[in-house]
């Protein structure tokens, strides 16, 4: 079983910057793909980015491809989403989520173990 804890959240203007980072426990955390979905009010879970169990392969949503960067360090547990030239758009409560397999998916059912989110919010 793997448990998730992001950070990093927080209150920023639009054009700046942020890092969030999940803390993972769990034995089989570095054989795992792990992702970033985010869920703005009112509306579904939406994918971000996913990371390979390697580090080796990455993937994003077309609305943040050039701005977001996700990685993980398998020595320290951990997966950051760096977050840069951020938009009002991007306002979401984002969560870290481990897949059941080590390959990049952007399927939502493929994500097994959730965090509980941390908020983002950009102001225009």
């Known amino acids: 079983q793997v448990q998730l804890v992001e950070s990093g959240g927080g209150l920023v203007q639009a054009g700046g910057s942020l890092r969030l980072s999940c803390a ?12 970033w979905f985010r869920q703005a009010p009112g509306k579904e879970r939406d994918f971000v980015a996913a990371i390979t169990w390697s580090g080796g392969s990455t993937y994003y949503a077309d609305s943040v ?3 977001f960067t996700i ?4 020595a320290k547990n951990t997966v950051a989403l ?6 009002p758009e991007d306002t979401a409560l984002y969560y ?6 080590p390959y990049l998916t952007t399927m939502f059912a493929d994500y097994d173990y959730w965090g509980q989110g941390t908020q983002v919010t950009v102001s225009s």
Do not use: E, H, I, V
């Open 82 to 87: 760096q977050m840069n030239s951020l938009k």
């Open 96 to 101: 870290c989520a481990a897949a059941n397999n």
């Open 24 to 35: 993972a426990s769990g034995r089989f955390f570095n054989r795992t793909a792990m992702g």
């Open 65 to 67: 491809k050039g701005r």
């Open 71 to 74: 990685s993980r360090d398998n």
